[in-house]
């Protein structure tokens, strides 16, 4: 596609659901991101895929978050017994280039988050 | 541990000024400096990169400055305009795949 794509771009859930968060990077693009931005904040590393290896998955908050790329291009970002300090915009990020410390980083739209 | 910190929260400059934005990082380790820009509503867009051994790098009416003996990273937009109002994040690399943001300057323009 054109650009990084996300999906939804806004999800309401309850406290206690588990919620799936769907993004497509831009085609070709190798490096995967997912990141966490709070308003007013920097994004916050989560996760990064090359491929479909999960590289890092250092940025996790708890065992409750969880990432997948199965093919090398579509990822999920799937939060379980979401909490009300899960809420917050979760940004994708593709980079074409794989190797370490290059590469700029195309973002997503987002999805903004919100748990009642 | 790692950090990227910017010394202003918000800039205001008059259109047609030129603006410095300024960021401190402090991990001596990084070797790859980006800055972002984001628009209200919208994803971070890239503006600009420096490797760490260079110490200035010019794009189109941007050019970013680094000074690894303070650790310091400014990018100065010559000829601000209204649409350069966004904020701005500086991010830092240090080999791995990991960058980390800064927490943005806001950057006012007016007309």
């Known amino acids: 596609g054109a650009g990084v794509s996300q999906s939804p771009r806004y999800k309401v859930t309850k406290r206690g659901q588990d919620v799936a968060l769907r993004c497509d990077p831009i085609s070709g693009h190798v490096s995967l991101y997912w990141y966490r931005q709070a308003l007013g904040q920097g994004p916050e590393f989560l996760t990064y895929f090359n491929y479909e290896a999960q590289q890092d998955k250092s940025g996790l908050p708890n065992d409750r978050f969880s990432a997948e790329r199965p093919e090398g291009s579509i990822s999920t970002l799937t939060i379980q017994r979401t909490e009300q300090r899960d809420s917050a915009m979760y940004r994708c990020?593709?980079?074409?280039?794989?190797?370490?410390?290059?590469?700029?980083?195309?973002f997503g739209s987002g999805t903004q988050l919100s748990v009642l | 541990g790692e950090s990227v910190g910017l010394h202003l929260p918000t800039l205001s400059v008059q259109e047609g000024d030129n603006s410095i934005i300024n960021c401190a990082y402090s991990?001596?380790?990084?070797?790859?400096f980006i800055w972002y820009k984001q628009e209200s509503g919208k994803g971070p867009q890239f503006i600009i990169d420096i490797r760490s051994n260079m110490d200035k790098r010019q794009g189109q009416r941007v050019t970013v400055l680094l000074n690894k003996t303070v650790k310091h990273l400014s990018l100065q937009i010559a000829a601000t305009q209204p649409g350069d109002s966004a904020v701005y994040f500086c991010?830092?690399?240090?080999?791995?795949?990991?960058?980390?943001f800064g927490a943005g300057t806001r950057l006012f323009v007016k007309a």
């Open positions: 991990n001596s380790a990084s070797d790859y």
């Open positions: 990020a593709s980079s074409l280039s794989m190797d370490q410390g290059t590469g700029k980083l195309f």
């Open positions: 991010a830092e690399n240090t080999g791995g795949f990991k960058t980390i």
